[in-house]
């Protein structure tokens, strides 16, 4: 009986391994685009309002940036968007907590209405506010006639405003890290003997406090350069309920562009220092947790 000698079967080519397959453009063609569009829509509009007020003598530039008026507009503005952007990170955090943790009747009209200050326009928000906080309003007429505490034409009235835009800055941005967070690790907690307080300050809030200053950040830069909503309760009162995008509007309308451009330049240039101090703080807290 002859041997059959069995014969092995070809083995196929292996293919090198190159570079992993990409669905965008080369790191050179798309850092390029970014630097373009970048440069194109941020540095260039900012880069000239550098310019434009530079145009003004340092005397002039001085007086228009540091008059009581104007120092009394900066107060209101980044005291009010700071104190607003606070109580949202406060309300925005439970109201992630709460449409992410319990299942109740009509949560997706509340998740929709959470949205609703990126709907609606500044004006008719402003409006809405006024309505609701003025002398006569819905909810004025017992706030200011029982309690005796105005709120329409007053800092308090731009407080309010301010957290009503900033409101889903916080609550968007906290609410997908809750979605993710591992509930396994509570439940760990829990069972080791810990109380709700402790599993709260030592698994949860760790978790989500680099959200939070995120939407804080978030909040905040969008509360100081806004006025349609603030416009109208606000009453701008001279040194008690004026904001400092009022004062951009006046010299814009009086044509004194490099008088606008000064004080934009004031905002922008503390608006920044603010912004970088937080995302600083927010890149402690993330390198304290190990993320």
């Given at each position: 009986?002859?041997?059959?000698?069995?014969?092995?079967?070809?083995?196929?080519?292996?293919?090198?391994?190159?570079?992993?397959?990409?669905?965008?453009?080369?790191?050179?063609?798309?850092?390029?685009?970014?630097?373009?569009?970048?440069?194109?829509?941020?540095?260039?509009?900012?880069?000239?309002?550098?310019?434009?007020?530079?145009?003004?003598?340092?005397?002039?530039?001085?007086?228009?940036?540091?008059?009581?008026?104007?120092?009394?507009?900066?107060?209101?503005?980044?005291?009010?968007?700071?104190?607003?952007?606070?109580?949202?990170?406060?309300?925005?955090?439970?109201?992630?907590?709460?449409?992410?943790?319990?299942?109740?009747?009509?949560?997706?009209?509340?998740?929709?209405?959470?949205?609703?200050?990126?709907?609606?326009?500044?004006?008719?928000?402003?409006?809405?506010?006024?309505?609701?906080?003025?002398?006569?309003?819905?909810?004025?007429?017992?706030?200011?006639?029982?309690?005796?505490?105005?709120?329409?034409?007053?800092?308090?009235?731009?407080?309010?405003?301010?957290?009503?835009?900033?409101?889903?800055?916080?609550?968007?941005?906290?609410?997908?890290?809750?979605?993710?967070?591992?509930?396994?690790?509570?439940?760990?907690?829990?069972?080791?003997?810990?109380?709700?307080?402790?599993?709260?300050?030592?698994?949860?809030?760790?978790?989500?406090?680099?959200?939070?200053?995120?939407?804080?950040?978030?909040?905040?830069a969008r509360a100081t350069g806004e006025y349609g909503s603030v416009i109208f309760i606000a009453g701008?009162?001279?040194?008690?309920?004026?904001?400092?995008?009022?004062?951009?509007?006046?010299?814009l309308e009086q044509y004194d562009y490099a008088g606008a451009t000064a004080i934009a330049v004031v905002m922008l240039v503390v608006s920044f220092l603010l912004l970088l101090t937080?995302?600083?703080?927010?890149?402690?807290?993330?390198?304290?947790?190990?993320?």
């Open positions: 009986m002859s041997a059959v000698l069995a014969v092995p079967a070809a083995t196929p080519p292996v293919a090198k391994r190159g570079a992993p397959f990409r669905v965008m453009p080369g790191f050179r063609l798309s850092l390029g685009f970014t630097i373009f569009y970048l440069t194109l829509i941020v540095l260039i509009p900012l880069s000239a309002i550098f310019l434009k007020s530079a145009t003004m003598s340092w005397e002039a530039f001085w007086n228009t940036v540091t008059s009581a008026r104007v120092i009394a507009s900066y107060k209101l503005t980044f005291g009010a968007s700071l104190i607003g952007a606070f109580i949202n990170v406060i309300f925005g955090g439970i109201v992630a907590w709460v449409l992410v943790r319990y299942e109740f009747p009509g949560k997706r009209i509340v998740d929709a209405l959470v949205d609703l200050p990126f709907a609606l326009p500044t004006a008719v928000a402003g409006i809405t506010l006024t309505a609701l906080y003025s002398a006569n309003g819905w909810l004025g007429r017992y706030i200011e006639g029982v309690a005796g505490i105005k709120v329409a034409f007053t800092p308090l009235g731009v407080v309010i405003a301010l957290t009503f835009i900033g409101l889903p800055f916080v609550v968007r941005t906290v609410q997908p890290v809750l979605e993710d967070a591992e509930r396994e690790l509570e439940e760990a907690a829990a069972s080791l003997g810990a109380n709700a307080w402790q599993t709260f300050s030592r698994v949860v809030f760790p978790t989500i406090l680099p959200s939070l200053m995120t939407g804080f950040a978030l909040a905040f701008n009162m001279p040194m008690v309920s004026e904001i400092t995008p009022l004062f951009i509007i006046t010299k937080i995302n600083l703080l927010q890149a402690w807290a993330r390198g304290k947790s190990g993320k």
